[in-house]
């Protein structure tokens, strides 16, 4: 299978301070990329999304970044608050529309 | 919309017994999806389909089955259950368009095999 996998396991940050979540992918063929938010006992829920035509997209407090050259994407939230403590997945489509691979995912605590 | 409901959200099997895990989504969807997550991990696809009729098998597809005889549902069955199938089932749904290929998760179900 495509190899999608996080940097870091646990990133703890201030309240108030900007958030930055790293992942990295294999495949140079994937096309189209992920970032899910899943809190504890729920299902992931989307975030937002990237194709590999673009280098960066915003959306409210969240911005992605893709790095093509290094195979590298990113999540960065802005004045990250106690909600958005949970675990953030990327998740990667290499060629088949129809399938996705998840990374492992990285916990955000927030500290108050 | 309800959106995507599993049922049960949570149950015991013993080894060998065999159950189906629920799903149904009201969107009208045509691509549904099953997955698995172990504790700490991420997602792995087990079984998708892309429409009423059609299923495929995705990464780790063995123990388990798929029927999709209508758009709406999409229930995975386990025939035998062993040890190694203790995880949190997650189903979602997807409507192929080509601006937003997101996927929309169901709450879970948490299976323990004792």
């Known amino acids: 299978g495509e190899s999608v996998g996080l940097h870091l396991p646990t990133l703890s940050v201030q309240e108030g301070d900007n958030s930055i979540i790293n992942c990295a992918y294999s495949?140079?063929?994937?096309?189209?990329f992920i970032w899910y938010k899943q809190e504890s006992g729920k299902g992931p829920q989307f975030i937002i999304d990237?194709?590999?035509?673009?280098d960066k997209r915003q959306g409210q407090r969240v911005t992605v970044l893709l790095n093509k050259t290094v195979k590298h994407l990113s999540l960065q939230i802005a004045a990250t608050q106690p909600g958005d403590s949970a675990v953030y997945f990327c998740?990667?489509?290499?060629?088949?529309?129809?399938?996705?691979?998840f990374g492992s995912g990285t916990k955000l605590n927030v500290k108050p | 919309n309800a959106g995507v409901t599993q049922t049960p959200k949570f149950r015991i099997l013993k080894i060998g017994q065999s159950m189906t895990l629920q799903c149904t989504q009201d969107?009208?969807?045509?691509?549904m999806y099953w997955y698995r997550q172990d504790p700490g991990m991420g997602l792995k696809l087990i079984y998708y389909?892309?429409?009423?009729?059609?299923?495929d098998k995705g990464e780790v597809p063995n123990g388990y089955n798929v029927s999709r005889s209508t758009t709406e549902d999409f229930p995975l069955r386990l025939e035998l259950a062993a040890p190694s199938q203790t995880s949190v089932y997650f189903c979602?749904?997807?409507?192929?368009?080509?601006?937003?290929?997101?996927?929309?998760f169901g709450p879970g179900t948490r299976l323990l095999v004792l």
């Open positions: 990237i194709r590999s035509n673009m």
């Open positions: 389909s892309v429409g009423a009729g059609i299923t």
């Open positions: 969107m009208n969807h045509n691509y």
């Open positions: 979602a749904s997807s409507s192929p368009e080509r601006e937003r290929e997101t996927q929309y």
């Open positions: 495949n140079s063929a994937s096309d189209y």
């Open positions: 998740a990667e489509n290499p060629y088949n529309f129809n399938k996705f691979y």
